[in-house]
């Protein structure tokens, strides 16, 4: 088994706590985490909670053809600026960190560690995936900044 991660990063025009509000909000689909989600992401459903620590969510996502589901558990490792997110059982988790930069700026950084399967599968998932998820990341966060700046 193999293991990839990918971390991208973009400085926002918005306050640290309003680019944290949006990540940790998973019920506002026009100013919260689901507004800002690229045309990957099918579905996203709460079953619990809804605002930061103790979420629980399902999401759908489609790449090259092939539909993914996680059962996402969110936690929050440093309230207010690192947000994590992960399904055991894929092995996935998403890390979200919010960095104030002064004023009415911040970084915003995603970064995400996957489990490729041994053999071949494995193989040729973990060169596809990272760039496929880089692709995903950067628009999530220009669509973050998009929206920050509106708020």
């Known amino acids: 088994m193999g293991q990839y991660t990918v971390t991208e990063s973009?400085?926002?025009?918005?306050?640290?706590g309003t680019v944290y509000k949006i990540f940790a909000d998973y019920l506002d689909t026009e100013n919260g985490h689901p507004a800002i989600l690229?045309?990957?992401?099918t579905a996203l459903e709460v079953k619990e909670g809804g605002i930061g620590a103790g979420t629980k969510l399902w999401v759908s996502m489609e790449t090259m053809g092939a539909k993914t589901e996680f059962n996402l558990d969110v936690s929050e490792l440093e309230p207010g600026?690192?947000?994590?997110?992960?399904?055991?059982?894929?092995?996935?988790?998403?890390?979200?960190?919010?960095?104030?930069?002064?004023?009415?700026?911040?970084?915003?950084?995603?970064?995400?560690?996957?489990?490729?399967?041994?053999?071949?599968?494995?193989?040729?998932?973990?060169?596809?995936t990272p760039p496929v998820t880089r692709r995903i990341l950067k628009q999530e966060l220009k669509n973050l900044d998009q929206l920050a700046c509106r708020l």
């Open 10 to 16: 973009l400085d926002i025009g918005a306050p640290a």
């Open 38 to 41: 690229p045309p990957e992401f």
């Open 81 to 128: 600026r690192v947000l994590f997110e992960e399904d055991v059982t894929a092995g996935v988790a998403t890390t979200f960190t919010v960095d104030p930069q002064g004023g009415d700026a911040s970084t915003a950084t995603i970064s995400i560690t996957g489990q490729t399967p041994a053999g071949f599968v494995g193989w040729l998932q973990a060169l596809i």
